[in-house]
Structure formats: structure tokens, C-alpha cells
């Protein structure tokens, strides 16, 4: 059984326990102007960027006044987590950030992803915001997960993160309308 809690900064380094690694067949990459899915074929073996940059990532939400949430399974392994910030962005809405989101190899399809969305959501709405932002990578089942959680291309770009990696995909999710 599966338990889903607000995670401390004392857990932070439970991450390392998670298997982060994913193939990616295909991903959204912009060819002539255009998003295209086009087969890339790559073992993405660990955490991308790597684990510390994760981990501190993680710990920053918690000490800025973001909360992440765990998925434990029954002897308290972490096998998912996700995170949401406050943000300071928006010409049009207001949104929280979903930092991120993993799942352990092993416990991927499981639910365990839409559970920890679900959860992001009602972080969003105590942030009282408007929107989810979410800065997806460009792999083709991310960006599958996302959509089917009812997510859409943003209709405001984030500059720094397009800045950081413009294949990257960034989305949102309503939280409630304007």
C-alpha cells in the first residue's frame, strides 16, 4: 500500500533510492518552424542534470515556501515525488510551478504519476493561483502524461526556462478561470 505525504527536508536525500533513468524513443523537437516527434532513441541513465541538482532542487522547495509530496511504498521507500513553487510570473494569469515530477522505473503506470498530479493541483489552488506551469522535457510519453491530465501548451512562454532548454515544452493546467 502506498502512502502520499508532505515530504521534509530530512527525506530530501531518499531520492537517491528512486531509479530516475527512462528511454526515450521519441521526443518533440522543432524542425522548419514546426513541432515534429522524431526518433532519438536514448537511455537517459540517471537523473537528468544529475541527482544533486535534483535534490537540491527539492530541498529548495521546501525551505521557500514550496511543498513537494512523496509517494512511500510499504517499508517507506520513495518511489515518487513532486514539487510546486510559488512563482512570480504572468502577464495574463497567475501560476504555481510544478518543478517536478518522478516516478521510480520500477512503479511507473502504475497511477502513481496522476496521484502526485492530482496533489499538485490542490497545492496550486492553497497558492491560490490560476494556473499550473508546467516546464515539460520534450519526451513523447512526458508530454502524453501531461495532455492526458488535461494540460496545454502555455499561451505565455517563460523566458528563462525556454532560455535553459527551448526544446523543453511548457504547458499548463486550469486550475480555475480568471
Known amino acids: 500500500m502506498l502512502t502520499y505525504k508532505k515530504m521534509t527536508?530530512?527525506?530530501?536525500?531518499?531520492?537517491?533510492?528512486?531509479?530516475?533513468?527512462?528511454?526515450?524513443?521519441?521526443?518533440?523537437?522543432?524542425?522548419?518552424?514546426?513541432r515534429t516527434l522524431v526518433t532519438i532513441d536514448y537511455l537517459d541513465p540517471q537523473w537528468p542534470n544529475g541527482y544533486e541538482v535534483h535534490r537540491d532542487n527539492l530541498k529548495a522547495t521546501i525551505q521557500l515556501?514550496?511543498?513537494?509530496?512523496?509517494?512511500?511504498?510499504?517499508?517507506?521507500?520513495?518511489?515518487?515525488?513532486?514539487?510546486?513553487?510559488?512563482?512570480?510570473?504572468?502577464?495574463?494569469?497567475?501560476?504555481?510551478?510544478?518543478?517536478?515530477?518522478?516516478?521510480?522505473?520500477?512503479?511507473?503506470?502504475?497511477?502513481?504519476?496522476t496521484k502526485l498530479f492530482e496533489e499538485a493541483i490542490e497545492i496550486a489552488k492553497r497558492f491560490e493561483v490560476e494556473n499550473l506551469f508546467i516546464c515539460a522535457g520534450s519526451a513523447e510519453e512526458t508530454i502524453a502524461f501531461y495532455r492526458a491530465m488535461g494540460c496545454t501548451e502555455a499561451c505565455e512562454r517563460h523566458e528563462g526556462f525556454y532560455k535553459s532548454d527551448p526544446r523543453d515544452l511548457q504547458m499548463t493546467f486550469l486550475i480555475k478561470k480568471c
Request: hydrophobic residues 35%.
Open 9 to 34: 527536508i530530512n527525506q530530501c536525500d531518499k531520492i537517491s533510492e528512486m531509479d530516475a533513468s527512462q528511454y526515450i524513443t521519441r521526443a518533440w523537437r522543432e524542425v522548419e518552424g514546426e
Open 65 to 113: 515556501e514550496g511543498e513537494a509530496i512523496g509517494a512511500f511504498d510499504e517499508s517507506n521507500r520513495l518511489i515518487g515525488f513532486v514539487t510546486v513553487n510559488r512563482m512570480n510570473f504572468g502577464e495574463q494569469t497567475t501560476y504555481a510551478l510544478l518543478d517536478q515530477l518522478f516516478i521510480s522505473r520500477e512503479s511507473r503506470g502504475n497511477g502513481i504519476g
